[in-house]
């Protein structure tokens, strides 16, 4: 990537974003989505079927429109015409269905026989692409992560809500019921006050993390459209030759992506948030750097981010893309106990870990080992999750709706602009604002705790004071500053 695209791309975009002060607002419920009729069919787009959007939402609803005569898949769109025929015979092949094909996604938005659209585009395209969508009267089923930046994070969720359309954000683990089953059991407090969560996405490669994805001779500028690929016009990316790289490898790159931060941090970070009911964090610290991958890539191998939540919780997303045999643990801790995860997210069962009786006083809170129903596919379960949201009209029924899909931006952007600009950030979850962190974080804490104050819950919380409240020693009674020689208490 080009020093000077790269720079003016920090100081527009990037910058831009972080001083944006777009409102998340406590805006009313989403407005209802119409429902469709029972013998109805949901018509179906696809913009973007190329590794995820071909593998996952072309291949995933063409097996559902087979099984359930429910959907039809009426469009695709692509700006290279390799990726657009392969999809379009894929879904003539399997569900005998001829889609239209198209190279703008705004034509495919335009096609009245199009109910709703799976975008599988780069990540600079997700929100104008569903912004634009909602707006011309579509459903949207969206990749992660659901935006590039923050403040089309907060307009995507706007628009969500003003045009009350059904939308899923395409973390998938999130229609794994694990998520909700340990929300419950920590707001009905058998964990204690919450403390936080850990998790990571290790990964190891011979090439370079995402260099695994080939150049082939097939992508030339007469196959693929670079201008729309790009999104210069619509100021998505700063103006650069056609390069096959760029093309197949945007990940490595910061106008498309944000490395790991963004395509692997935000998968764990949105589960965890929805396992632990936390939303938009207050302060967000990220570190990080290139300390191998040394092949003309902007971003990180080697990448943390730390996230502080109002509620008196933390959460720390790490790992390194250049070894992957000794990920951290994922775990949600809490005062009384804790749940550890396995590594990845097919848990078969976790582990509930007591802290010692001496704390919890409870000594019939014990170690237990967590049975997870097993529901197979979690890419096929998301997918049939967006349908039944769609199919009855209800956007609150998405396992990752546009809320939840902002929350984790949030923690993950400011992640990665933490380590761009050597900042902590604040964000503002009433006004959607960002701005750089001070000093009060911390000593609003030490305010609290000098007032003994409550602790923080998170949002649903039923636990009473489980786990939150700690005794107080009997000699504690003889604190206090001596005066003229004599202890407060007379002791
Ligand atoms: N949920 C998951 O597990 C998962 C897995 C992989 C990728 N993803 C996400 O899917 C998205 C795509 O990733 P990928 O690896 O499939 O990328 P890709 O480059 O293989 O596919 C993107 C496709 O979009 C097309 N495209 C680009 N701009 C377009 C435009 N303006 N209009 C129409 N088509 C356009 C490209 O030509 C290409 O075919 C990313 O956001 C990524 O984070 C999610």
Redesign the pocket.
């Known amino acids: 990537m080009d020093q000077v695209n790269r720079r003016s791309f920090l100081q527009t975009t990037g910058t831009a974003a972080l001083a944006a002060s777009a409102v998340v607002g406590v805006v009313a419920a989403p407005s209802a989505a119409q429902a469709f009729a029972a013998n109805e069919r949901i018509r179906i787009g696809f913009?973007?079927?190329?590794?995820?959007?071909?593998?996952?939402h072309v291949k995933t609803l063409a097996r559902i429109a087979k099984e359930t005569k429910g959907i039809e898949l009426t469009a695709v769109?692509?700006?290279?015409s390799v990726?657009?025929d392969m999809a379009a015979e894929h879904i003539e092949k399997e569900t005998g269905f001829v889609p239209k094909k198209y190279?703008?996604?705004t034509d495919l938005l335009a096609d009245p026989n199009v109910d709703a659209v799976c975008?599988?585009?780069?990540?600079h395209?997700?929100a104008k692409?569903t912004i634009d969508a909602m707006k011309a009267g579509k459903h949207v089923y969206c990749?992660?992560?659901m935006t590039h930046t923050i403040e089309e994070a907060m307009a995507v969720v706007r628009t969500w809500k003003e045009t009350g359309k059904v939308m899923q954000v395409?973390?998938?683990s999130t229609s794994l019921p694990v998520w909700d089953m340990v929300r419950d059991k920590i707001q009905s407090g058998m964990i204690g006050k919450l403390l936080g969560f850990q998790t990571e996405y290790f990964r190891n490669s011979s090439m370079g993390q995402w260099r695994y994805?080939q150049l082939t001779k097939e992508m030339t500028p007469k196959t693929?459209?670079w201008d729309?690929?790009l999104?210069v016009k619509e100021g998505l990316a700063p103006d650069m030759p056609f390069d096959r790289e760029i093309?197949?490898q945007?990940?490595r790159f910061w106008p498309f992506?944000a490395g790991m931060y963004?395509?692997l941090f935000?998968?764990r970070t949105t589960s965890m948030l929805k396992g632990t009911g936390l939303r938009y964090p207050r302060r967000v610290v990220g570190a990080g750097g290139i300390f191998l991958e040394y092949d003309g890539r902007d971003v990180p191998d080697v990448a943390t981010v730390v996230a502080d939540f109002s509620e008196g919780a933390q959460g720390l997303i790490t790992a390194t893309m250049c070894a992957d045999r000794t990920p951290v643990k994922q775990v949600i801790r809490g005062h009384n106990g804790s749940f550890e995860f396995g590594n990845g997210e097919n848990f078969k069962e976790i582990q509930f870990l007591a802290e010692r009786p001496q704390v919890t006083r409870n000594s019939k809170l014990v170690d237990e080992a967590i049975k997870v129903d097993d529901i197979g596919d979690s890419?096929y379960a998301h997918f049939q999750n967006w349908l039944k949201a769609m199919r009855e009209g209800k956007q609150e029924l998405c396992n990752n709706p546009p809320d939840l899909g902002a929350a984790a931006i949030v923690v993950v952007t400011l992640g990665s602009e933490s380590y761009r600009q050597g900042k902590a950030f604040f964000f503002d979850s009433e006004t959607g604002k960002v701005s750089e962190a001070d000093a009060s974080w911390a000593a609003g804490w030490e305010k609290m705790s000098k007032a003994r104050a409550k602790p923080h819950h998170v949002a649903g919380w039923k636990g009473g004071d489980t786990g939150s409240v700690l005794e107080e020693p009997e000699y504690m009674k003889l604190a206090g500053a001596w005066k003229d020689g004599n202890p407060p208490m007379g002791g």
């Open positions: 913009i973007g079927p190329g590794g995820r959007g071909f593998g996952a769109c692509d700006v290279y990726h657009r190279e703008d996604y975008i599988g585009t780069p990540d395209w997700h692409q990749e992660k992560p395409g973390v998938q994805y693929i459209n729309k690929w999104g093309y197949a945007w990940r992506g963004t395509d935000v998968h890419t």
